[in-house]
T-cell receptor, first 114, second 111 residues
Framework: SQTIHQWPATLVQPVGSPLSLECTVEGTSNPNLYWYRQAAGRGLQLLFYSVGIGQISSEVPQNLSASRPQDRQFILSSKKLLLSDSGFYLC?????????????FGPGTRLLVL | RKEVEQDPGPFNVPEGATVAFNCTYSNSASQSFFWYRQDCRKEPKLLMSVYSSGNEDGRFTAQLNRASQYISLLIRDSKLSDSATYLCVVKGPNYGQNFVFGPGTRLSVLP
């Protein structure tokens, strides 16, 4: 069966510090991978998605970036965090074949920028 | 107009009640539809897919009306454990590999 891991689970960072969040998927190959952010009490905002190694599409211009160095690894980064970067960051995967296949989420990373 | 809209909520219902959630989507080319539930401070989890003919899973019934671009979720005999936020999700060719999430409707089932 497939599993998706995210770490860390929680993170408190000062404004201006760098960020690196990691997501890995097990039990599947060539997944589509996604990064979302959810601000407190708000809906999900798609940040990045990837259909393959090195292929990243950005949905929202901001000070975040994403990379996919391996097929089942997706990394979210920032060089300098802003207060507005606080939120719940969720990684998700879906099968490459698409169609009616749905999306599965990792446990998330709760980020607080102070 | 937002791509996916849901009842604003919150819904506060007593145990045993029947509750219905509504969702509308703007892209008529949308092909796949889902309901997720999200517990407080947790990740969204798939509740059920929504099929054209409608489908049922225990106390949960999902309906799709493509002509009206409308999706619904009915929960019968509500349990305390049903308290969560329910997210309507749409996927279709115009979104590529992306899923579009509604803002969610929060449900509180009261004892």
């Amino acid at each position: 069966s497939q599993t998706i891991h995210q770490w860390p689970a929680t993170l408190v960072q000062p404004v201006g510090s760098p960020l690196s969040l990691e997501c890995t998927v097990e039990g599947t190959s060539n997944p589509n991978l996604y990064w979302y952010r959810q601000a407190a009490g708000r809906g999900l905002q798609l940040l990045f998605y990837s259909v393959g190694i090195g292929q990243i599409s950005s949905e929202v211009p901001q000070n975040l970036s994403a990379s996919r160095p391996q097929d089942r690894q997706f990394i979210l980064s920032s060089k300098k965090l802003l207060l507005s970067d606080s939120g719940f960051y969720l990684c998700a995967w879906s099968p490459r074949r698409g169609g009616a296949e749905t999306q599965y989420f990792g446990p998330g990373t709760r980020l607080l920028v102070l | 107009r937002k791509e996916v809209e849901q009842d604003p909520g919150p819904f506060n219902v007593p145990e045993g009640a029947t509750v219905a959630f509504n969702c509308t989507y703007s892209n008529s080319a949308s092909q796949s539809f889902f309901w997720y539930r999200q517990d407080c401070r947790k990740e969204p989890k798939l509740l059920m897919s929504v099929y054209s003919s409608g489908n049922e899973d225990g106390r949960f019934t999902a309906q799709l009306n493509r002509a009206s671009q409308y999706i619904s979720l009915l929960i019968r005999d509500s349990k305390l454990s049903d308290s969560a936020t329910y997210l309507c999700v749409v996927k279709g060719p115009n979104y590529g590999q992306n899923f579009v999430f509604g803002p969610g409707t929060r449900l509180s089932v009261l004892p």
